[in-house]
């Protein structure tokens, strides 16, 4: 095997076990490697290394793709959660998480085993009401939804902690619980990937998919820490964008008349992704253009009024180095990666000045506030703001 992909393993697992999130596994298997042999190991033991059934497809360092419906194309894992020695995966603490390179609606779960009356796990995104349903270890029938239109690419994790309850995150963050969904035991079938045993035959599933893993039941903490563990990885070897949102704002109606007025969009803390690079995304009118020639990115002060900087801010630039831009109708800016040490636990500002007629966006719980004519964009300590509800950012990222 090649140093860069020996390496990125190495670091990979020394972070899992420093996490204390390794002991939790009965299997990890990245199917992001360098031949299907490789792609089919369990990187946990020697036990339950995939066997290869008909022909999906693999790429090498990005994974396998399976073939929807199909009956002889998935991977046999060996692992039956009901006769595994010493299974981690039990009945109310059991986990799955599957990193996708692609988002699809489908009717075949991407993975696991159901008997027809309990699911020992399985994931997927119906077309038929664009829920998420994420099943551990309970009813086949009924229950196990958690989240409208939230897409299935990168990692999607499901995790049941406690007899009546499995949570949702997508890439770490958690997304939602299923509400009341009772287990029920676990299915004594072996699991199957790139799709799942039903009853003893397989349903193929067709997503393309990097990477799986289970064992015991995840916390928020340990979702957040296996997910950064494992696309520090993939950002490594199968070279995907190191870019995360840590924000996004549905901007429902614009708002105009901000010539000449400084406006400052404060972000909540959330619990997302911290990062040493940002970059945003500003969101003209869709009926108007947007001109800024000053904006400025940075942590919200610990004291003092909700829109102050605590000193620390960095202006942001767009296309190369400029310090403005006038955005076209409808036409969203987004700027150069700029340096910054972005603490997801802190309140985050974007700051910026209009210096020409423009028009803007608004969302019904957007933080902003305005100052009329004055350029105050870089400044720490500033007073007399009013709030709206206006807001031009569309977008945080960090990496």
Not at 206 to 233: C, D, I, K
Not at 280 to 305: F, N, Q
Not at 365 to 372: E, F, H, I, L, R
Request: neutral net charge.
């Amino acid at each position: 095997m090649a140093a860069p992909s020996l390496t990125a393993y190495d670091t990979m697992i020394c972070g899992l076990v420093s996490d204390a999130t390794w002991s939790k596994l009965d299997v990890l298997r990245i199917y992001a490697a360098p031949t299907t042999a490789i792609a089919a190991l369990n990187l946990v033991s020697s036990s339950y290394n995939a066997t290869i059934n008909g022909s999906p497809t693999f790429t090498a360092n990005l994974g396998f793709t399976g073939v929807d419906a199909s009956t002889t194309t998935y991977l046999d894992s060996g692992f039956n959660p009901t006769t595994a020695p010493s299974a981690k995966f039990v009945q109310n603490s059991a986990h799955v998480a599957i990193w996708q390179t692609t988002s699809v609606v489908n009717a075949n779960p991407f993975w696991g085993a159901s008997n027809g009356s309990t699911i020992a796990a399985w994931v997927l995104r119906s077309s038929a009401d664009n829920f998420n349903y994420i099943r551990i270890n309970g009813s086949a029938t009924s229950g196990g939804s958690a989240g409208t239109a939230t897409t299935t690419d990168g990692q999607v994790i499901a995790s049941r902690t406690a007899n009546n309850i499995v949570g949702l995150y997508k890439n770490g963050i958690f997304v939602a619980n299923t509400g009341v969904y009772n287990s029920a035991g676990v299915s004594n079938l072996n699991f199957y990937e790139l799709g799942h045993n039903a009853s003893g035959t397989a349903q193929g599933s067709a997503p393309a998919q990097m990477a799986v893993h289970w064992g015991s039941g995840l916390s928020a903490a340990e979702s957040f820490s296996v997910y950064n563990r494992v696309r520090t990885y993939l950002i490594a070897i199968a070279g995907i964008s190191g870019w995360q949102t840590a924000y996004t704002q549905n901007l429902i109606s614009n708002n105009t008349g901000w010539n000449g007025r400084t406006l400052r969009n404060v972000m909540a803390a959330t619990n997302t992704y911290n990062g040493t690079q940002v970059r945003v995304t500003l969101s003209p009118s869709s009926g108007a253009t947007m001109t800024i020639d000053a904006a400025y990115m940075g942590h919200a002060a610990v004291a003092g009024d909700a829109y102050d900087f605590d000193g620390t801010q960095v202006q942001i630039t767009f296309n190369g180095g400029s310090t403005g831009f006038v955005a076209a109708i409808n036409t969203p800016q987004v700027s150069d990666a700029m340096t910054y040490t972005y603490d997801r636990t802190k309140n985050f500002i974007i700051s910026v000045h209009f210096s020409a007629v423009s028009a803007t966006r608004s969302a019904n719980n957007a933080p902003g506030y305005y100052k009329d004519a004055v350029n105050e964009a870089g400044t720490t300590d500033v007073t007399g703001y009013t709030t709206t509800q206006t807001i031009m950012v569309s977008k945080v990222e960090v990496q």
